[in-house]
């Protein structure tokens, strides 16, 4: 997706905001603890708030793994130790006085073998000084802690259809540095309009690729030289359309301002299905004049809705998919996994078990 990519254009890709909240906080308030092919990732957000009346900077940051007892199993951090200090992968790390700012957590992976509950987060917060300034003498840096109970990945999400048939890479998934997962609700812009939760926190850019993982063949400027404009997209559970729109070009583009009166523009064309859970799927970017549904009819999984295409924000034909707490952009994304399918590593290919997928995995599914 270009979104990014368009408000840097409109120079408002800057970062954080000013406003007097509480010193760390973390978001979602309850994230769940998705299950991946590599054990569990802690995918969510701290919010950090400068009470002070000097700017700061983050200086460390420790993230501690809680067990079900509530003991401490597992503890990381990043600081400013060593002539190369991990402290400085953090990008944005000045916060001015009274400023908010959104971190992202460093360590959201888990091994196989740790049971959480939840997870605490220190950030500890240092006086950033003018040239020539020393801080008071005495003056300790600020601790901020924040901490969140784990929520439980609905069950039934691990058995969805994956939306396209065949062989599909993962473009983009929802790693800690995939663009999904990088986005700012705290970004001024973003809060003007309207969208304060990150819908795609669990989404996917799906494209179907051949056997040598290609996805075009021919001239890469043109729609049609991509396997999988026009291919065919389908339910990934049974639910109801609750809304569907197939009128905008397939020309890679949208208007950033259109997203306060409708936050899901930024997929051009979509549908959006509620599922029996209450959950939503949105499926993105599709193929003008493609739709074979409405809002209000019933679907089942697997059931063709659309065709793939590249209306919205997207960089060439792709599927943009993601389950959410809600049906638009200002709600949050929620975990979601598939049944069926097969992972390919070259001549290697091996079942999908617990249906977790991320980005620049190749599979395919039935």
Do not use: C
Not at 85 to 93: C, K, L, S, V
């Amino acid at each position: 997706m270009k979104l990014i990519a368009s408000l840097l254009a409109l120079g408002l890709w800057a970062g954080g905001s000013q406003a007097a909240l509480a010193q760390a906080r973390i978001l979602p308030e309850r994230p769940y603890l998705e299950p991946t092919a590599a054990g569990a990732s802690a995918n969510f957000d701290v919010l950090i708030t400068n009470d002070k009346a000097w700017p700061v900077e983050v200086s460390e940051v420790t993230v501690t793994t809680l067990d079900t007892g509530g003991a401490a199993v597992l503890e990381r951090r990043i600081d400013g130790n060593g002539f190369a200090p991990a402290i400085e992968t953090i990008a944005n790390r000045v916060l001015a006085p009274g400023e908010t700012r959104l971190f992202f957590n460093p360590f959201p992976e888990l091994p196989g073998d740790v049971a959480a509950s939840a997870m605490r987060v220190r950030v500890t917060l240092e006086r950033v000084t003018k040239e020539g300034e020393t801080a008071p003498a005495g003056e300790v840096p600020t601790v901020v802690e924040a901490k969140a109970v784990f929520a439980s990945a609905p069950a039934w999400t691990r058995k969805l259809v994956l939306p396209v048939e065949g062989r599909v890479l993962v473009w983009d998934g929802h790693d800690l540095l995939s663009h999904h997962r990088r986005f700012d609700t705290q970004h001024p812009f973003l809060k003007q309009m309207g969208i304060g939760a990150n819908a795609m926190r669990y989404s996917y850019d799906l494209a179907p690729v051949d056997a040598e993982g290609r996805m075009a063949a021919g001239d890469a400027a043109r729609n049609e030289s991509y396997l999988g404009f026009g291919r065919p997209v389908r339910a990934p559970a049974d639910g109801v359309v609750v809304a569907a729109l197939d009128s905008r070009p397939d020309d890679k583009s949208f208007d950033p301002g259109d997203l306060k009166e409708a936050p899901n523009a930024l997929f051009g064309n979509y549908v959006v299905i509620r599922h029996a859970d209450g959950l939503f799927s949105i499926l993105g970017h599709i193929r003008q004049a493609s739709l074979k549904v409405k809002v209000g009819d019933p679907v089942k999984a697997g059931q063709p809705v659309a065709a793939i295409g590249a209306s919205g924000s997207s960089l060439f034909p792709h599927l943009h998919y993601q389950l959410m707490t809600g049906p638009s952009m200002r709600d949050e994304g929620a975990p979601s996994g598939f049944a069926g399918l097969t992972r390919v590593r070259g001549a290697v290919r091996t079942p999908v078990v617990n249906g977790a997928i991320d980005s620049g995995d190749v599979v395919e599914g039935r």
